[in-house]
């Protein structure tokens, strides 16, 4: 019974929708329609891009997304963001080397440290949001056996040939949290945010 209700007002929403970008059409506000149809999708751009740059310690600062993508299911998912990182903070890597990542083992969204957690946090949530001690690459090499260190890429081909690249020689610096690995390369200025699970 509550279905099938929730279908009809399901349904009656969409009639409605559909009607009211008919009548937009046929008045000639075409560009009210593309930004109607658009939003939905640039709302979850903008989302993804805070809810990524948020995993990210607050020692990085970023300019902007290089390449978002994941893929979910159920419960479960995984994916790659690449940011660019500021030519300021590319100065500080380069002056300070592995100096630099001491302390940058905490999400900027989780700003409290783990003792002066309210009950309302799991620790469970909290680990995913730390990160272990800092290393300079070349990253271990079972990350870079098949459907191990990116395993569902959805970034474009050539910036992940790069990444890995990167990732295989001294210079660059990487670090693990549950379920996912983050990498700083200053040579393209990226840093790379990987997770499954």
């Not at 890429?153 to 990732?167: G, N």
């Not at 200053?186 to 945010?193: C, T």
């Amino acid at each position: 019974m509550i279905a099938t209700i929730l279908i009809i007002a399901v349904l009656g929403v969409l009639v409605a929708f559909v009607a009211g970008l008919v009548k937009l059409f046929q008045k000639g506000n075409f560009k009210t329609i593309v930004v109607i149809l658009l939003a939905p999708y640039l709302a979850y751009e903008v989302f993804q891009y805070y809810s990524y740059a948020a995993v990210l310690p607050s020692q990085f600062k970023i300019t902007y997304p290089v390449s978002i993508g994941d893929e979910w299911g159920f419960r479960e998912g995984c994916g790659v963001a690449v940011f660019k990182i500021s030519d300021e903070t590319i100065e500080d890597i380069q002056k300070n080397g592995l100096n630099f990542f001491d302390g940058a083992t905490q999400a900027r969204g989780l700003t409290k440290p783990k003792e002066s957690l309210s009950s309302s946090v799991r620790l469970s949530d909290y680990s995913y949001h730390t990160f272990k001690t800092w290393q300079e690459t070349p990253v271990p090499p079972d990350w870079l056996n098949e459907g191990s260190w990116f395993m569902c890429s959805v970034i474009r081909d050539d910036v992940a040939r790069e990444i890995v690249k990167a990732a295989k020689l001294p210079g660059s610096f990487y670090t693990t949290m549950h379920e996912g690995e983050l990498v700083v390369i200053p040579s393209l200025g990226y840093i790379v945010l990987s997770f499954y699970g």
